[in-house]
């Protein structure tokens, strides 16, 4: 059995709902959700807002739609974020009030649109699962072999591993890779045909 988990932690403490940002959001696209929020409705004079702390940080706040809360974010906008993962603050002001309402994390997908040529398509596990398997054939580039691996005083580069090192994290990548492509088949609804619990 799949296990699909969205981390959001919620701050209820009188009748509401959970909101409705997207979990992928594609920069240079049009992007529209509404929120209801039964205890902060716009007619009472509350703003839903998010605040998202990433690679850049990103504000966006709703417009009143009877008694949604209204995001429709423009193209000219989207297009000036930068891809990453995010987390989230959704709160609600008036006046001087504010009241956090939602946490959780959602993702900016890089806009292809704008990617010159030469891009690598990659992820990081692919990367460097690609670099250790040129490590051990003999094969790797400059820019390949420096690749490092651990951290602070344990960081090495790929070209002073052991064999027995490089096998060792070939086998860690390998799982990586294959954790990435059944998460991309279950995104797009697909059977990723094996079963493997991904945490979101």
Known sequence: MIARKQSRLFYFTRKGHALNIPVTLQAG??????????AYP??????LKYALAGNNPISITSTASGNDHLFNLAPAVTTTWTPGKYQYQAFVTRGTEQYTVETGQT?????FRLQ???YDVRSHNQKM???IKATELGRATKEESQYTIGSGINQR???RLSPEELYTWR??????????AQRTLIEQGKSPGNTIKIQF
């Open 29 to 38: 696209d049009t992007i529209t959700w509404r929120d209801t929020l039964i």
């Open 129 to 131: 699962l690609d670099a």
């Open 107 to 111: 993702e900016v997908l890089r806009n």
């Open 116 to 118: 010159g040529a030469g």
């Open 171 to 180: 086998k860690h990548y390998e799982e990586e890779v294959k954790i990435e």
């Open 42 to 47: 716009p007619s009472d004079g509350w703003i």
């Open 157 to 159: 580069s790929l070209s």
